[in-house]
């Protein structure tokens, strides 16, 4: 009988990873696969890993191939799969656990051609993080969907994170060209050929990427990669011109976007000799793309196809110098036109060019626009304090520059007390953009008293004739994003917190259930919780479930007792019990982090309370075998319990003078433990390392390490200009080296900052991990 699921998996010196991506394909929930895997004549160890996989499992079985590249080698593992649906997967990526599963079982009841999902890019030094390119395509769950009603699956590229019916993909005959970016000639194909497609939000692929971060390596502008990917695109615009015109423009601007400005990168490194090569190749696409979808892009780049047009090579390797240093990341500050004062214009590269049109350089409207950033939030003898800058961008903000700023929603809204001084703006410069602003507890009672259940902030900036008006905005990582909240008045808790649109914002609840105290016993923890109201005579504590997989709340009893009015309620979770219980999808950390709730046992018509956090300003956790159960609070001040393997994690930081001290609790209890800061090397895997001065004293640790190292980063160690970044990384008992994870409580102490006179280094978290970075001043 053939199996449900096949699973092609070519491989190519990926020995460093192959084994954790044929792991998470095991462990699959999905069990009735069989995987193929497709040695491509690997030069290194993968292949051992393979058969080890075929010894162990029977469902793993192996082929082999002279080198073809990866598409002739998933044409291979495609002849071979027996598989009612064929699914493909990166051999140094990893897939969710219940991915397999939730797309299968949806094509079995939707009938769709094939299902894709989310994506998620992870490394060691990042963490977890929504993969840009599937952001906006899989953003809402669409169960029997199509490409014409949702043109934005254009964009779709990769062959990775769907599940394809067989049928379907022998009925059209796809292969991979024998090309890089072989994908999106046979995804964008699949989608115009679908009857119709189920797509998935939650993340079902989890896409690896350079230790040293996502930038493109000098191989992807050599000419032959460069020369792959405009055939890749050449195939695509083929088929879109015949498709609908919602479609074709998705795919003329998403080439525009990608593939075209990555050609125009290319002349910051290209040899003088390659340049004609390149200049006719850009042309070969720039041809196919045409002014209006390029123009239609950024400004920037349909000035680099000008310039390409115009086959001005010196402007060309200017423009993408400009870019590639950074000069686009707000940097560039519009300066007036030398005749037309109302004008603005920005000061890039060919302004004033005869070859280039002076009206692509004028800043739209538009971009002088209201910008904020939130430094700090903090609670200073009951008054909730911001500080940050406001600006319009694009106007230098002097003496005549005023921020105002109101807290509330229309006619109960109230003026906040704002005082400026001078601060980093956007552009790099200092200028009067800083502001203090402080809502006392007056202020605040007012606010609550309102009985609406957020407060926004506005913001005014006025400067010469200038105004503009918009919600506060842009907290920076660290304790603005993760402050806690505090007790305003009798019964009502205002915590500072910010919405999905990013707006900063005072969220108000009204007699909160709160947990109080969490204390570790031997293979148990116990949790008091307070509050008032009314409450049955069973009261339970749940430990939410994933609502999508149908996962029953894992449900506690609770003790109660009165106390001058106040209830105080009292239980005991087993590690025992949650261990293993509450595992999530993630492959990569293999962390489930789930919501504590208080069903007060009132009916069924009063849905359960989630707990606010106002225990002790630390997490605390209980092991079980090589489990880790911590109860800590998330980034809304509300308590969570999270699910993990033992780790290392790092609970406080201070710089005490010129040394960075961070320690934590080592969960593994392992005695052979090592902690280090380290760099990696530009496009590499590569790394340095500052080592510091280590103590391990039972389970607890603390590292050391003098900044000035830091700081001071030798040129002929690294290709790096005027930044470097550090990681907290650790290893024990010979495993392979992962990133120190972070206490949430941490972060509300985070950023800290060292002023080592020319450069100055900040240690703030990054995702799920700890860095340290060091720039030159400002």
Known sequence: MSPHLSVVVPFYGVEDYFADCLESIRRQRLTDIEVILVDDGSPDGSRAI????????????????????????????????????????????????????????????????????????????????????????????????????????????MVWNKIYRRSFWDEFGYEFPAIRYEDYPVTFKAHLDALTVDLHSDAVYYWRERESGDSITQLAYRYDNLLDRVVSAEMVLDQADTSSPKVREQVYLALNESDFVTIAQAFASVPDDDIPALLQLGGRLADRLGDEFVGSGHPYTYIQYRALRAGDAPLLRELAEFRGGGGLQGRARGQRHPRQPWRVEYPYPGLGSDRIPRSLYAVPRTEIRLRTTIGAVEWEEGSLVLTGTAEIRHHVSGDDTSITMRVGKGSGSHPVPVTTDAAVDSHGDRTRVGFRAALDPDLLGRLQAAGTPVSPIEVTVRSGRLRRTGKLHGAAVGHPQWTPGHQVGDGVWAQPATTSQGHFVVSWLRQPWLLTSVEAHPGSAR?????????????????????RRHEPDLVFPVGREDTDGAVVLAVSIPAAAVAGSVAGDDPFLHESVRGLKLDLDLGEDVAPELLLWQAAPHGVGVTHLDHLVRFTRSRGNRAALVESPLRVIAESARLDGDVLEVSGTNWTESRELHVGWR???????????????????????????????????TADALDLQHSSEWVLFCSWDGQAATSVATEPFLLTTLPLTHDGGTRTGTLAPSGETLHFRASDRD
Do not use: C
Request: proline share 4%.
């Open 50 to 157: 393979a058969e080890d996989f075929v010894a162990r499992d029977s469902r793993f079985t192996l082929v082999t191939q002279e080198n073809a590249g990866l598409g002739p080698a998933r044409n291979t593992g495609t002849a071979q799969a027996t598989g009612e649906y064929l699914t493909f997967v990166d051999s140094d990526d990893l897939v969710s656990a219940g991915g397999f599963e939730q797309m299968v079982g949806g094509l079995d009841r939707s009938g769709s051609s094939f299902a894709g999902g989310n994506a998620r890019r992870f490394n060691n030094s990042s963490g977890i993080r929504q993969s840009w390119s599937h952001r906006e395509a899989f953003a809402k769950t669409r169960i029997a969907t199509h490409i014409l009603s949702h043109p934005v699956l254009a964009r779709d590229r």
């Open 527 to 547: 949790l008091t919780i307070s509050g008032r109201g009314a409450i049955g005579s069973n009261p339970t504590l749940l430990v939410e479930g994933q609502k």
């Open 679 to 713: 760099q990696y090397l530009p496009n590499s895997d590569d790394f340095i390392e500052e080592e510091g001065e280590l103590e391990v004293d039972g389970a607890s640790w603390r590292l050391r390490t003098p900044v000035t190292p830091l700081l001071e980063t």
